[in-house]
């Protein structure tokens, strides 16, 4: 109704606009993840910031020193969740991004490409490494691979899939989990 609003108004106005240009919705919150399907009736795209879903729906708060090292992309909820969003995005023909500290951490990449992400973005200095992995991989490879770490049952034991599946392409230094 806004985008109507907005459209009729630069219409009666006479300035010139895209009448076509695409809608997305940012995926942060669990309740937006779980209702993919019915937000993708709105939708051009999805795009998933991982850094507040994350924390929302682990109920983690970074900023908290305590509790901040519990924040973990590799949680089996987290892959599950984001699996979900990316299985309607291409059931329901729209585009899937992520943004966010996970898509550009290299030992991420095998599951989000096993997902379905079709595009990732990430701070300049990671976009290096992101496309020495990226071109290191097989897509076909890496959707076998998710559903092997949907298996897992730990953060840390989908860490430990990736590090011995893929190992051999990422530096020690890219190890962050």
């Given at each position: 109704?806004?985008?109507?609003?907005?459209r009729?108004?630069?219409?009666?106005a006479?300035?010139?606009?895209?009448?076509?240009?695409?809608?997305?919705?940012?995926?942060?919150v669990?309740?937006?993840?779980m209702?993919?399907?019915i937000?993708?009736?709105?939708?051009?795209?999805?795009?998933i910031?991982?850094?507040?879903?994350?924390?929302?729906?682990?109920?983690?708060?970074?900023?908290?020193?305590?509790?901040?090292?519990?924040?973990?992309?590799?949680?089996?909820?987290?892959?599950?969740?984001?699996?979900?969003?990316?299985?309607?995005?291409?059931?329901?023909?729209?585009?899937?991004?992520?943004?966010?500290?996970m898509?550009?951490?290299p030992?991420?990449?095998?599951?989000?490409?096993?997902?379905?992400?079709?595009?990732l973005?990430?701070?300049?200095?990671?976009?290096?490494?992101?496309?020495?992995?990226?071109?290191?991989?097989?897509?076909?490879?890496?959707r076998?691979?998710?559903?092997?770490?949907?298996?897992?049952?730990?953060?840390?034991?989908?860490?430990?899939?990736?590090?011995?599946?893929?190992?051999?392409?990422?530096?020690?230094?890219?190890?962050?989990?």
């Open positions: 109704a806004f985008l109507e609003q907005a009729d108004e630069l219409s009666r006479g300035t010139p606009f895209d009448p076509s240009v695409e809608v997305g919705l940012m995926i942060e669990p309740a937006a993840a209702t993919a399907d937000l993708a009736k709105e939708a051009d795209f999805f795009s910031g991982t850094n507040d879903l994350i924390q929302y729906a682990l109920a983690i708060d970074r900023g908290n020193e305590q509790v901040a090292h519990l924040f973990q992309p590799l949680d089996p909820a987290i892959i599950r969740m984001l699996k979900h969003v990316a299985d309607v995005a291409r059931e329901k023909d729209i585009k899937i991004f992520m943004c966010g500290e898509a550009g951490t030992h991420h990449i095998p599951l989000l490409l096993g997902i379905g992400m079709d595009e973005s990430m701070n300049p200095q990671t976009i290096p490494d992101i496309k020495r992995v990226i071109r290191s991989l097989n897509v076909e490879d890496a076998s691979f998710i559903k092997e770490a949907l298996k897992q049952n730990t953060a840390r034991s989908t860490f430990e899939l990736i590090k011995n599946t893929y190992g051999d392409i990422f530096s020690e230094q890219m190890y962050t989990g």
